[in-house]
């Protein structure tokens, strides 16, 4: 006989409680979040010794509020002025000194620019009473321009537009990441291609919309070239604050919608086990409609490129997600065959299991089961 189903009302009030749970028990405590303050203070001092007048600044998640307790630290060292002949000479150099300071330090070598890993492999050896040498961090090499800087900003002015995008970042995240599909290393999506796809649908998709395009409205007379336009030549435009009342308004007074955090994953994970072409489209949330395909873009098959230390690697355009700034750049590259295959397997269980489970415990187990 089938199965007596429960009434998905009570599927979504699930979903709510253990999102709101989960939100709770991740969210960094105002301890971690001074101990990666003092950490970063202390890799800064090291990186200084290295270039005296250059700076660590951050960017990613706990910059942009969607950290978890797990979260890495992300940081770019920034010099001023022209990059430097070697972009490898003062990433070496800080590697020798970061380790004389007695932290685990990897050297990327398969990335398009220089990245140290600090913390990110485990080490038996490791003192275990420094709470900071257990916090992952990655440090770049830049400037203050950096687009990395810009998108940071991007999705902390949509996490003020709505304060349901930052419960779903942090579910979907949890998922993606007890699911295993969070690993640019092992061919699948980042955390900040996770992102944009939940705004993409927060935008697009959701009716009616519960974030508005910050990017695809006029720009204000008088605003000033450097916040309209990057010294790489990309459009960095977008509305700073708060405007979401105004701008629905102007926009022809749409309704609120009023969706909990439940119905709202539900849709996001129905939409993309179902609707999204993958093969067809590209997510472009700076666009009007949020959708653009692969074949205007010109983004078919897979491109070889080297970096200045002559080591390859592939761009690839399985899976695509424009960067709301870098217009050129696809955040899902790193998406293999598999991977791809891998994250739509998942859409369409997460989607599946929405409908097909009773009680709390039986969708933590089910749900966020470790892959
Ligand atoms: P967690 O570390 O998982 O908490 O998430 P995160 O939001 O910090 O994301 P992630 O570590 O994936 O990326 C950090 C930041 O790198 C993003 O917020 C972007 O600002 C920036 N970024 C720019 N381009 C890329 C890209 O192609 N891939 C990734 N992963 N990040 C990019
Ligand atoms: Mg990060």
Avoid at 277 to 296: A, D, F, M, P, Y
Wanted: hydrophobic share 35%.
């Amino acid at each position: 006989a089938p199965r007596q189903l429960p009434p998905i009302e009570d599927q979504l009030k699930v979903i709510n409680e253990v999102a709101e749970k989960y939100i709770k028990a991740a969210t960094p405590s105002e301890e971690d979040l001074a101990i990666r303050k003092e950490l970063k203070e202390d890799l800064e001092k090291i990186c200084q010794q290295v270039s005296p007048n250059g700076t660590l600044e951050l960017f990613g998640s706990v910059a942009s509020g969607f950290a978890t307790v797990n979260s890495d630290l992300d940081l770019i060292f920034c010099e001023d002025g022209e990059p430097r002949e070697d972009p490898f000479e003062v990433p070496i150099k800080l590697t020798e000194k970061l380790k004389q300071a007695g932290f685990n330090i990897l050297m990327l070598p398969k990335t398009r620019v220089p990245i140290i890993k600090v913390n990110s492999t485990p080490d038996p050896n490791q003192d275990t009473s420094d709470p900071k040498k257990a916090i992952a961090v990655d440090i770049g090499f830049g400037h203050k321009s950096d687009l990395a800087f810009r998108n940071t900003e991007l999705l902390q002015t949509y996490a003020k537009c709505d304060a349901r995008l930052k419960p779903m970042v942090l579910f979907v995240k949890w998922w993606s990441k007890m699911r295993k599909i969070n690993n640019t290393y092992r061919g699948t999506l980042s955390s900040y291609g996770y992102v944009l796809m939940i705004i993409h649908y927060l935008i697009n998709i959701v009716k009616p919309p519960v974030l508005v395009n910050l990017q695809s409205w006029g720009i204000p007379e008088g605003t000033p070239e450097s916040e309209v336009r990057h010294k790489d030549g990309w459009n960095i435009w977008y509305w700073k604050e708060h405007k979401e009342q105004e701008l629905l308004a102007q926009n022809g007074g749409i309704t609120s919608n009023k969706a909990d955090i439940g119905l709202l994953l539900r849709g996001f994970f129905e939409y993309y086990a179902k609707d999204f072409e993958w093969n067809h489209h590209v997510i472009s949330i700076r666009t009007k409609g949020g959708l653009l395909t692969k074949v205007e873009k010109d983004w078919k098959s897979a491109i070889h490129r080297s970096n200045k230390a002559e080591v390859e690697y592939k761009d690839r355009y399985l899976f695509a997600i424009e960067d709301p700034f870098e217009t050129t750049h696809n955040i899902s590259r790193t998406c293999s065959s598999t991977g791809v295959k891998r994250i739509r397997f998942e859409f369409n269980r997460a989607s599946r299991l929405i409908h097909f489970f009773s009680g709390e415990q039986a969708f933590r187990d089910t749900f966020f089961e470790e892959a």
